[in-house]
């Protein structure tokens, strides 16, 4: 599987930025997608996964009720909505595909995109 993340970019504190992750390469449905964050100097954190059908999803709790992970399988690609941005949010972010669970399991990730949340 190939990914190929989109979408990030400077925003100011408060603002909103949609991510998005188109795959290739094998059946999309089959696979959880997840999107992780690195920030500078931090461990890669998971921020948002979901499920082959889209019927399941998880949010870590620093991005619940800010942030939406959704599919469109016909198009064979996740987005991550992300509203009420922070400075904490500035991160590469990475979506990965797996056929694990939620937060472990990811065999594919995509080359990540940058994410700047200025005050």
């Known amino acids: 599987v190939q990914l190929q993340a989109s979408g990030g970019g400077l925003v100011q504190a408060g603002g909103s930025l949609r991510l998005s992750c188109t795959a290739s390469?094998?059946?999309?449905?089959?696979?959880?997608m997840g999107w992780f964050r690195q920030a500078p100097g931090k461990e890669r954190e998971v921020v948002a996964a979901?499920?082959?059908?889209?019927?399941?999803?998880f949010y870590s709790d620093f991005v619940k009720g800010r942030f939406t992970i959704f599919r469109f399988n016909a198009r064979n690609t996740v987005y991550l909505q992300m509203n009420s941005l922070t400075p904490e949010d500035t991160a590469v972010y990475y979506c990965?595909?797996?056929?694990?669970?939620?937060?472990?399991?990811?065999?594919?990730w995509g080359q990540g995109t940058l994410v700047t949340v200025s005050s």
């Open positions: 979901i499920s082959g059908s889209g019927s399941s999803v």
């Open positions: 990965a595909a797996g056929t694990g669970s939620f937060t472990r399991g990811y065999d594919y």
């Open positions: 390469g094998r059946t999309f449905s089959n696979y959880f």
